[in-house]
């Protein structure tokens, strides 16, 4: 649910008809309205380590393949019986589907960390 924020300050821009025709297009394919697409769009890009709820679903779900890739790719060349390898899989799925935000949250650090350094 959507806190009820008291937006008392307006902000407008003119755009040509091509360009509010890409607006609301962009607004449909995300389900919202074009003014609450665009006020979405401008409150995202003020912080750029914040992520809209899709983007975050969609970059959790990247950072778990890695994660299960990585680990998945160590696990199938170790020297381990067929048993403990099923076995190992079977665990690391279930870890990565316990902690997909802590996934999310470090990959997010790291991606971070290498922007600024």
């Given at each position: 649910?959507?806190?009820?924020?008291?937006?008392?300050?307006?902000?407008?821009?003119?755009?040509?008809?091509?360009?509010?025709?890409?607006?609301?297009?962009?607004?449909?394919?995300?389900?919202?309205e074009p003014n609450s697409w665009c006020r979405t769009?401008?409150?995202?890009?003020?912080?750029?380590?914040?992520?809209?709820?899709?983007n975050r679903a969609i970059y959790t779900e990247i950072a778990c393949l890695r994660h299960l890739f990585h680990h998945g790719f160590n696990i199938l060349f170790s020297n381990d019986s067929n048993a403990l390898k099923a076995s190992a899989w079977d665990m690391l799925g279930k870890f990565t589907n316990d902690h997909a935000n802590a996934i999310y949250e470090q990959l997010l650090k790291e991606r971070l960390r290498r922007r600024q350094g």
């Open positions: 649910m959507k806190k009820n924020l008291n937006r008392d300050r307006i902000v407008t821009f003119r755009v040509t008809e091509d360009e509010y025709a890409a607006i609301a297009n962009a607004a449909l394919a995300a389900d919202d769009v401008a409150l995202s890009s003020t912080n750029k380590a914040q992520t809209t709820i899709d």
